[in-house]
């Protein structure tokens, strides 16, 4: 069974400071995805990260990949309120003829001023 | 269009009631998902139709029965439900192919009372 763990489940931020979301996942997988979620709102696709070493950026935020560690990261650069939310990666498994998502328990980040 | 439609936005029923959930992608996706997420807890996987057959059911009680009427519409109908059903439920398809990316739809925020 895939299990998929994500920490910090909390972050407080000030702005303008830098930090890194983890995201472990058990088993075998290329494709990892990252999602943000505002409050009563439903999930929006921030990075799709479909290889080995993939890393992509948009904005304050970076995402990698290693498939081999089975470990992404999501990187915070120099934080504002904005991006206060909670941002669950998720990792695409195979139990069967068809792919699923399976989440982690997600990141609540708090960025003050 | 590369949306994933939900209706309706919220719904309220009683212990007693039959009602519907629906979702329709036009994207040509051949999967199509419905997730249940409770209040600060990640999405969890229901259902998953591959090419409209039912591919996935992650042990979902009976009151919920989900139904693909064709490649584009995805229904989750609810019978007999009770207060813990309470949840935002989100609809996604994918295509399985190309980026490989899931599209969520807005959700239902389902409150049963």
């Known amino acids: 069974e895939l299990k998929v763990e994500q920490n910090p489940l909390f972050l407080s931020m000030q702005e303008g400071k830098n930090y890194t979301i983890y995201c472990n996942y058990s088993t075998t997988s290329d494709r990892l995805y990252w999602y943000r979620q505002d409050p009563g709102k439903s999930l929006e696709s921030l990075f799709v990260l479909l290889s080995n070493g993939a890393v992509k950026q948009e904005g304050r935020l970076m995402a990698s990949l290693d498939t081999k560690a089975r470990l992404s990261t999501l990187h915070i650069t120099a934080a504002v309120h904005d991006l206060s939310a909670t941002y669950f990666c998720?990792?695409?498994?195979?139990?069967?003829?068809?792919?699923?998502?399976?989440f982690g328990k997600g990141t609540k980040l708090s960025v003050k001023p | 269009d590369t949306e994933v439609t939900q209706t309706p936005k919220h719904l309220v029923m009683g212990m007693t009631n039959k009602k519907s959930l629906k979702c329709e992608q036009h994207?040509?996706?051949?999967?199509m998902y419905w997730y249940k997420q409770k209040a600060k807890k990640p999405p969890e996987l229901m259902f998953v139709y591959s090419y409209e057959k039912l591919s996935i059911n992650e042990s979902v009680p009976s009151r919920f029965s989900p139904e693909c009427p064709n490649s584009s519409l995805l229904n989750l109908h609810l019978h007999a439900l009770q207060p813990e059903d309470s949840a935002l439920y989100l609809c996604?398809?994918?295509?399985?192919?190309?980026?490989?990316?899931?599209?969520f739809g807005s959700g239902t925020r389902l409150t049963v009372v």
């Open positions: 996604a398809s994918s295509s399985g192919t190309g980026d490989y990316g899931y599209t």
């Open positions: 998720a990792v695409d498994y195979y139990g069967g003829s068809q792919g699923n998502l399976i």
């Open positions: 994207m040509g996706h051949r999967a």
